[in-house]
């Protein structure tokens, strides 16, 4: 626990310019209103999770980070920068924040290595020897490095989401968004992604992880929201937010979580 | 009427150019309809209202009127009335390629539909540009996706190449007419040319069975 | 570039015979097409191993081969035979026997596709066989097999071009003989590719009337199956 304490003094302490800077932003599904007036600020080395009840816009938030939604109203900035619809701009950012999806979303038609070299031969230029070396480097790291020539179709659904992690990984982005990791993959299996994400957290990685797996968030994140119904409803550190919820909504959603 | 097959043999020479006519006529056309489906592919997704009409009706009157009558039409009615003067292989090979282009284009269609969301949201999540996306993650899982019916087109184009006989190219129909018009032996000619083509379709689709079955691993 | 229009209105009582003709054609045609197509289909996942053999050859042999062989077969090498068959009976024939292949896929390809849980289910209720394939499955049917179904007979209109090869008088045969007394093979070209396109036109109107009835529209639009 007092990792977490440490590492949020360090961060204060080194970094008082937001990595991701998010102001008063909203966002309507045509008359649905998905967002409402968010304000979330994330520093550099700060783990972040967001939980929720479905729907309640968490996925829509981090999916508006790297504008892979557009968010109508507000301000989003990354790095300093704003996000807004000037293409060369976009490419840029998102080459510098890392994503991994519920559904993996691996390229069924290239094999693992092949998976992980594309964006950085692509949008880094960097040469295919080089590549593959940052590749071979971070399949160690979420320890599938025998794997690589193999196709996504032969691999379980932990070991694809492993490499999807290792394909974000291989781009050395400033920060991580994990939109539910674990929700698609069978219990045994979701153990080994979370320790993955420990390892990277552990190693001071930036990350934003909507998840439903409490046990990672009390271990892990410096700082756990929780919103529903478009809005962040509380903010707090681990141990206040699961020991002494403040909000009514908190506690009930907390209650169904932990009763099963 | 007793068949005789052994007789006929030694002259079935020249239905074997034919058929090897066809096959050549057969891959060009199939070329050109890959070609020209791709094509049709973007440019239904254009900007331009007028492109995606254009492209709507040539879609309509391919689909909406015979093979027969497009290859008539393209030789005898669109060729000179450009100032082209083209051959029947030329001709012949346009004209089949334009209507499989069509086709190519719907199956193409279909098969990007099915191309999950999320293989989008990857690759734009990785910063890759547009261009890149289209030609390295998404056409290769599109056209692994529609293999069988790719495979089955090109065994139309095959069936359709009969029809160039009007335009007096010489495949393998028109010689194996050619042939039993000379030996007055109609019976064992046209079982031979139906054979030809059945032996020439058949492995083709078995052939694209075994692709479809290695494509799987590319497959999730 | 003058179109000499004339020439195609003077014709157009040949032009018309060949529209009627074909529309014959077709109309006799699908019908018995869709009837061998049943029949087919039943062979083909019956439990009977010669049964289902005949039916594979018939559907393989008749999808591999061009439709102008099978024409030119019946046409000119069964008269060796003695049978010999004018063009037009050679032309329902031939047509429907075409057509009954791919019917038959094509109806095969809908059984399938009704769950066998419908069967399950229908079974667990008590329900009769007459009623349940009624009320439960055939409606489910309606929706795999309408769709693909309307593209065969459109099909099946277009290939009767090829009757006249053996001359049938239908409209592209029409178009020939026009060309032959006038020499404007522009004109009358076009205007069969027109004429055929307006038929192709109010087919897909009236079977997309059908489908909506049926409960099967076809969302879709697929040209996958020719």
């Known amino acids: 626990m007092h990792k977490n304490e440490e590492s949020k003094v360090v961060a204060c302490e080194l970094n008082r310019e937001a990595l991701i800077e998010i102001r008063n932003v909203n966002k309507w599904y045509n008359d649905f209103q998905v967002l409402k007036d968010i304000n979330l600020s994330v520093y550099t080395g700060e783990r972040v999770v967001i939980c929720g009840p479905s729907g309640s816009g968490k996925s829509t938030l981090i999916r508006c980070i790297n504008r892979l939604e557009k968010h109508q109203q507000g301000d989003i900035i990354f790095d300093g920068i704003e996000l807004t619809d000037e293409v060369k701009n976009i490419d840029k950012i998102r080459s510098e924040i890392g994503m991994c999806f519920q559904q993996f979303n691996l390229f069924p038609h290239l094999t693992v290595m092949e998976n992980l070299i594309l964006a950085p031969i692509s949008v880094r230029d960097l040469s295919n020897a080089k590549a593959r070396e940052i590749g071979a480097h971070y399949l160690e790291k979420v320890k599938i490095q025998d794997q690589a020539d193999k196709y996504p179709s032969e691999l379980s659904g932990g070991q694809q989401q492993r490499v999807a992690i290792a394909r974000a990984l291989c781009m050395q982005p400033r920060v991580l968004l994990f939109d539910e990791p674990t929700s698609a993959l069978d219990p045994e299996m979701i153990a080994e992604v979370l320790d993955i994400m420990e390892k990277l957290a552990t190693e001071g990685m930036t990350m934003v992880c909507v998840t439903h797996e409490m046990g990672f968030a009390r271990k892990v994140a410096d700082r756990v929201i929780f919103m529903d119904a478009g809005q962040i409803v509380e903010e707090n550190d681990p141990i206040n937010f699961f020991d002494n919820p403040k909000n009514k909504r908190t506690q009930k959603f907390l209650k169904q979580i932990f009763e099963h | ?220 | 570039m003058t179109f000499d229009y004339m020439a195609i209105w003077d014709n157009r009582d040949i032009l018309i015979d060949g529209v009627l003709t074909t529309l014959l054609v077709s109309t006799i045609a699908i019908p018995i097409g869709i009837c061998i197509g049943v029949v087919i289909c039943m062979m083909r996942i019956s439990g009977n191993r010669m049964l289902r053999w005949s039916s594979i050859v018939y559907i393989e042999f008749l999808r591999n081969i061009p439709f102008l062989i099978l024409i030119f077969l019946v046409f000119y090498a069964l008269p060796f035979y003695g049978l010999r068959l004018s063009g037009l009976t050679t032309g329902f024939i031939c047509l429907s026997i075409y057509g009954g292949a791919y019917f038959a896929e094509i109806f095969r390809g809908g059984i399938q596709s009704v769950s066998k849980g419908q069967f399950d289910a229908s079974k667990a209720l008590g329900l009769k066989y007459g009623f349940y394939m009624r009320r439960v499955i055939f409606p489910q049917l309606y929706q795999y097999i309408i769709p693909p179904g309307t593209n065969i007979a459109l099909t099946m209109i277009k290939e009767s071009s090829l009757l006249s090869m053996i001359t049938v008088a239908e409209l592209t045969y029409a178009a020939h003989d026009v060309n032959g007394r006038t020499f404007t093979p522009v004109e009358t070209f076009a205007t069969i590719a027109l004429l055929y396109w307006l038929i192709s036109t109010i087919f897909l109107k009236l079977t997309h009337i059908l489908q909506i009835k049926f409960g099967a529209e076809d969302t879709r639009d697929d040209l996958t199956i020719r």
């Open chain 2, 1 to 220: 009427m007793d068949l005789q097959f052994l007789e006929i043999i030694p002259q079935t020479g020249p239905m074997l150019w034919g058929a090897l006519n066809t096959i050549y006529v057969g891959i060009l056309a199939c070329g050109v309809g890959l070609v020209i489906g791709t094509g049709l592919l973007f440019l239904r997704n254009s900007r331009f209202r007028l492109l995606r009409i254009i492209v709507g009706i040539y879609g309509s009157f391919i689909r909406g009127t015979p093979a027969l009558v497009q290859i008539l039409v393209l030789y005898y009615a669109l060729a000179p009335l450009i100032g082209l003067n083209i051959g029947p292989f030329t001709a012949g090979i346009l004209a089949i390629g334009f209507n499989s282009g069509a086709y190519v284009a719907e199956i193409l269609r279909g098969g990007l539909s099915r191309i999950p969301p999320g293989q989008w949201e990857a690759a734009r999540a990785l910063g890759l540009p547009n261009y890149k996306i289209w030609f390295r993650i998404i056409l290769p899982q599109v056209f692994y996706s529609v293999i069988p019916l790719l495979v089955g087109e090109f065994t139309m184009v095959i069936k359709l190449t009969p029809l160039l006989s009007t335009i007096t190219l010489v495949e393998l129909t028109r010689s194996s007419q050619m042939l039993y018009n000379e030996t007055f032996r109609p019976v064992e000619v046209l079982v031979l040319a139906a054979l030809i083509y059945f032996i020439i379709c058949f492995s083709i689709s078995q052939y694209g069975e075994r692709l479809q079955r290695r494509s799987l691993k590319y497959r999730l």
